[in-house]
């Protein structure tokens, strides 16, 4: 399978079972989609009146020798080599830990309902944390690396537990051989110097939710007395960014229906001084007026073209800063295993309430049909974790002949559910956007490659 | 070549043969939480 787009004058072809990324002239381009359909003379008559005979051998001879690398029109190898991976028994690398049911911003289209994820204000005391560490120790077997999350709700709420459990994990991790990491998501507005030195000191990474621009923050994510929070917050993440020298952390916002605009924000959060950012569309239900619609796509592929662009020139000067969703290291990043397998929602990522509960990922919280058992008692619903592993891309009919499907990997299943009450069916504006994301991003790497 | 420029080689295929250790990063725990991409994670076995 290839697929083919052109974006600024860069003509892009991508082997899909490869992986191979080739930027090509306008011949290629155009001779590519009949390569496989025609025998090279009938080829060459095809197009002889448009391109000199010597240009189109050349070109033709090209495409041959990287078929014959392995680079172009490579068949579907994976399917039989899913299974092995398939077949084992599920380990859980990664928790996300519900601190805070409980949130000091009312934002509106908050997926967690204002931090109580359909249920009641509530806080995770420090020896539910402790035994979601033990549950975490004993369910990922072998594995080394081990990643927690801090989320909420706003986890601030509930900071001396953080403090708990980090120190819990610590004094252990040793004697068991792991190696843990910490995310903290926040909201910035308890944030204080104390707090800051303390994620800087024992955190891996730190998120923090700020929308861009300050109209369009201040409508979304207000206080409970309906003040916006820009003001409150950006000075302190500015002031976090640089004491973390502008890595390991992400300003992350969302876009809705009211800022369709969002490259603007996206680079005013850059303008601002922030290297590391992620903006990434809203998820809501359809009837709300701020969820995005089929027609605002062609808008939206606007936006990621404009912002793809101007991205590349700050690059070029110096100026540059990372977009989360742009970032694709074609020569490092993840194995074929791991694109296949997708997220690990529901196998080795998994949720945890402030009661202990265990959902498949952070977006599942609260819909009873989806509790997979707890932290006291480990996994009881077994099927359900089978279930969430098998959903890979080749589970799920939409995936099976997209070209994206090893840069997504079959997309969010807490998405697909919401919309259409199976994991296996894809969100299709989530599917149309990543698309367009994945075409910036090689965009950007075509680009600043020349 | 003239007509064509390679950006990577094929990493897929070459990942077969020592992938899926799962010491990686999981996706959402970066930053996402909402829209999962998984090709801009890095691997933490090359």
């Given at each position: 399978m290839i697929h083919k787009f052109s974006m600024d004058g860069v003509n892009m072809v991508l082997d899909i079972y490869s992986g191979a990324v080739h930027v090509v002239d306008d011949i290629v381009y155009e001779l590519v989609d009949d390569y496989k359909k025609y025998p090279k003379d009938e080829l060459i008559q095809k197009y002889k009146e448009k391109y000199a005979l010597s240009q189109l051998e050349e070109?033709?001879?090209?495409?041959?020798?990287?078929?014959?690398?392995?680079?172009?029109?490579?068949?579907?190898?994976?399917?039989?080599?899913?299974?092995?991976?398939?077949?084992?028994?599920?380990?859980?690398?990664?928790?996300?830990?519900?601190?805070?049911?409980?949130?000091?911003?009312?934002?509106?289209?908050?997926?967690?309902?204002?931090?109580?994820?359909?249920?009641?204000?509530?806080?995770?005391?420090?020896?539910?944390?402790?035994?979601?560490?033990?549950?975490?120790?004993?369910?990922?077997?072998?594995?080394?690396?081990?990643?927690?999350?801090?989320?909420?709700?706003?986890?601030?709420?509930?900071?001396?537990?953080?403090?708990?459990?980090?120190?819990?994990?610590?004094?252990?991790?040793?004697?068991?051989?792991?190696?843990?990491?910490?995310?903290?998501?926040?909201?910035?507005?308890?944030?204080?110097?104390?707090?800051?030195?303390?994620?800087?000191?024992?955190?891996?990474?730190?998120?923090?939710?700020?929308?861009?621009?300050?109209?369009?923050?201040?409508?979304?994510?207000?206080?409970?007395?309906?003040?916006?929070?820009?003001?409150?917050?950006?000075?302190?993440?500015?002031?976090?960014?640089?004491?973390?020298?502008?890595?390991?952390?992400?300003?992350?916002?969302?876009?809705?229906?009211?800022?369709?605009?969002?490259?603007?924000?996206?680079?005013?959060?850059?303008?601002l001084g922030f290297k590391q950012v992620s903006v990434e569309p809203v998820v809501a239900p359809k009837e709300m007026?701020?969820?995005?619609?089929?027609?605002?796509?062609?808008?939206?592929?606007?936006?990621?073209?404009?912002?793809?662009?101007?991205?590349?020139?700050?690059?070029?000067?110096?100026?540059?800063?990372?977009?989360?969703?742009?970032?694709?290291?074609?020569?490092?990043?993840?194995?074929?295993?791991?694109?296949?397998?997708?997220?690990g929602s529901g196998s080795e990522y998994l949720a945890v309430t402030p009661e202990g509960d265990l959902y498949p990922c952070h977006q599942f919280v609260g819909l009873e049909e989806f509790k997979m058992g707890n932290v006291f008692e480990g996994i009881q619903n077994l099927p359900m974790q089978k279930q969430f592993q098998a959903c890979n891309v080749y589970a799920k009919e939409e995936c099976k002949n997209c070209w994206a499907k090893f840069y997504c990997s079959g997309g969010c299943a807490a998405n697909a559910y919401q919309f259409h009450g199976d994991i296996h069916i894809p969100y299709k504006i989530g599917c149309e956007l990543e698309k367009k994301r994945v075409e910036c991003a090689l965009y950007v790497t075509a680009k600043l490659a020349e | 070549m003239k007509h064509i420029k390679t950006l990577n080689t094929a990493t897929l295929k070459k990942s077969m043969a020592k992938g899926g250790c799962g010491e990686c990063q999981t996706s959402c725990q970066s930053a996402c939480k909402t829209s999962c991409t998984v090709a801009n994670q890095s691997c933490e076995n090359n």
């Amino acid at each position: 399978m290839i697929h083919k787009f052109s974006m600024d004058g860069v003509n892009m072809v991508l082997d899909i079972y490869s992986g191979a990324v080739h930027v090509v002239d306008d011949i290629v381009y155009e001779l590519v989609d009949d390569y496989k359909k025609y025998p090279k003379d009938e080829l060459i008559q095809k197009y002889k009146e448009k391109y000199a005979l010597s240009q189109l051998e050349e070109a033709i001879e090209e495409i041959e020798a990287l078929e014959k690398e392995g680079l172009l029109f490579t068949e579907d190898m994976y399917v039989d080599y899913l299974s092995q991976f398939q077949g084992r028994n599920p380990i859980v690398k990664a928790l996300c830990l519900h601190i805070a049911h409980d949130c000091n911003l009312k934002c509106k289209y908050c997926f967690a309902g204002e931090g109580e994820y359909r249920g009641h204000r509530s806080l995770m005391s420090a020896e539910v944390g402790k035994k979601a560490i033990d549950f975490l120790i004993q369910a990922s077997q072998n594995r080394r690396n081990l990643e927690i999350d801090f989320f909420g709700g706003e986890p601030l709420m509930n900071f001396e537990v953080v403090k708990e459990i980090v120190d819990y994990a610590r004094s252990i991790e040793a004697k068991y051989n792991k190696n843990f990491r910490f995310t903290i998501t926040t909201n910035g507005v308890l944030l204080d110097d104390e707090i800051q030195a303390y994620i800087n000191e024992h955190m891996h990474n730190v998120v923090l939710s700020i929308d861009g621009r300050k109209e369009v923050h201040d409508r979304m994510r207000y206080t409970v007395n309906h003040k916006g929070s820009y003001d409150i917050i950006v000075p302190k993440f500015k002031k976090i960014a640089d004491s973390r020298n502008q890595t390991n952390y992400y300003v992350r916002g969302t876009f809705t229906r009211e800022n369709l605009d969002f490259a603007k924000d996206v680079l005013h959060l850059a303008d601002l001084g922030f290297k590391q950012v992620s903006v990434e569309p809203v998820v809501a239900p359809k009837e709300m007026s701020y969820a995005l619609r089929e027609e605002d796509l062609p808008m939206l592929y606007e936006q990621y073209e404009e912002l793809a662009k101007e991205l590349v020139r700050r690059k070029k000067e110096g100026q540059g800063f990372n977009f989360f969703h742009f970032m694709i290291d074609l020569t490092q990043g993840p194995c074929v295993a791991k694109r296949l397998a997708g997220c690990g929602s529901g196998s080795e990522y998994l949720a945890v309430t402030p009661e202990g509960d265990l959902y498949p990922c952070h977006q599942f919280v609260g819909l009873e049909e989806f509790k997979m058992g707890n932290v006291f008692e480990g996994i009881q619903n077994l099927p359900m974790q089978k279930q969430f592993q098998a959903c890979n891309v080749y589970a799920k009919e939409e995936c099976k002949n997209c070209w994206a499907k090893f840069y997504c990997s079959g997309g969010c299943a807490a998405n697909a559910y919401q919309f259409h009450g199976d994991i296996h069916i894809p969100y299709k504006i989530g599917c149309e956007l990543e698309k367009k994301r994945v075409e910036c991003a090689l965009y950007v790497t075509a680009k600043l490659a020349e | 070549m003239k007509h064509i420029k390679t950006l990577n080689t094929a990493t897929l295929k070459k990942s077969m043969a020592k992938g899926g250790c799962g010491e990686c990063q999981t996706s959402c725990q970066s930053a996402c939480k909402t829209s999962c991409t998984v090709a801009n994670q890095s691997c933490e076995n090359n």
